[in-house]
């Protein structure tokens, strides 16, 4: 059981690029979302999907799209990367149930914008 | 906006010694909250998660309480290890226009030495 899987594991991106940071979980979760982990500023949520075909955006969306066209996986763009961007992302996925929606993380992708 | 705080920030003690983290929250209103495990560099790995209807959960040496009316969640740590050597992270889901988004705290980082 792979869990949740981030591609890729590091990233050296130049001002102005764009890339996609991929997510996806074989454990057929309705909710998935991205974080960006800074130092002295904790996990903070960029976007996230309560399930196939619908996003919403969490406390800083800005310079980063989202998509959910499958229940397993949720892309994370970045259409023009800035040196701001620089971080430690991470996808994490869970049920929406009430039942016990323990929340599932990826080992995250350490991103560096020059 | 609900706020999820962590004291202390930081934690250096001789193994063997039991140990308490702290986490508080501003609103009584949970859905749940999860204790979290991050080792550096690594991704985050969940320990326990407590129903808004619990009042505690243990798994081995760990045991987490929750008391609502306070906005408050205690991980207890019995018998410290070097190897519980990380950062601890604890997350509550708000009930926040029917979501249920976790908040994170900004962590404890624990260091166990020999």
């Known amino acids: 059981n792979a869990g949740v899987t981030q591609t890729p594991k590091f990233q050296v991106l130049k001002t102005g690029q764009s890339m996609t940071l991929q997510c996806a979980q074989d454990?057929?979760?309705?909710?998935m979302s991205w974080y960006r982990q800074d130092p002295g500023m904790g996990l903070r949520l960029i976007h996230y999907?309560?399930?196939?075909?619908?996003?919403d955006q969490g406390e800083v969306p800005n310079g980063y799209n989202v998509s959910r066209s499958t229940t397993e996986d949720f892309p994370l763009r970045l259409l023009s990367a800035a040196p701001s961007q620089t971080s430690v992302y991470f996808c994490?996925?869970?049920?929406?149930?009430?039942?016990?929606?323990?929340?599932?993380f990826g080992a995250g992708t350490r991103l560096s914008v020059l | 906006k609900q706020e999820v705080t962590q004291i202390p920030a930081a934690l250096s003690v001789p193994e063997g010694e039991n140990l308490v983290l702290n986490c508080s929250f501003t609103?009584?209103?949970?859905?749940?909250l999860q204790w979290f495990r991050q080792d550096p560099g690594k991704g985050l790995t969940s320990l326990l998660l407590?129903?808004?209807?619990?009042r505690e959960q243990t798994s081995g040496r760990l045991n987490a309480s929750l008391d609502k009316s306070s906005g408050r969640s205690t991980l207890y740590i019995a018998a410290s290890q070097p190897g519980d050597s990380a950062t601890y992270l604890c997350?509550?889901?708000?009930?926040?226009?029917?979501?249920?988004?976790?908040?994170f705290g900004r962590g404890t980082s624990l260091i166990v030495h020999p």
């Open positions: 994490a996925s869970s049920t929406t149930g009430l039942a016990k929606n323990i929340q599932y």
């Open positions: 454990m057929n979760h309705e909710y």
């Open positions: 999907s309560v399930g196939a075909g619908i996003t």
């Open positions: 609103d009584s209103a949970i859905y749940n």
């Open positions: 407590i129903q808004s209807s619990q």
């Open positions: 997350a509550v889901r708000f009930p926040s226009g029917g979501s249920y988004i976790p908040t």
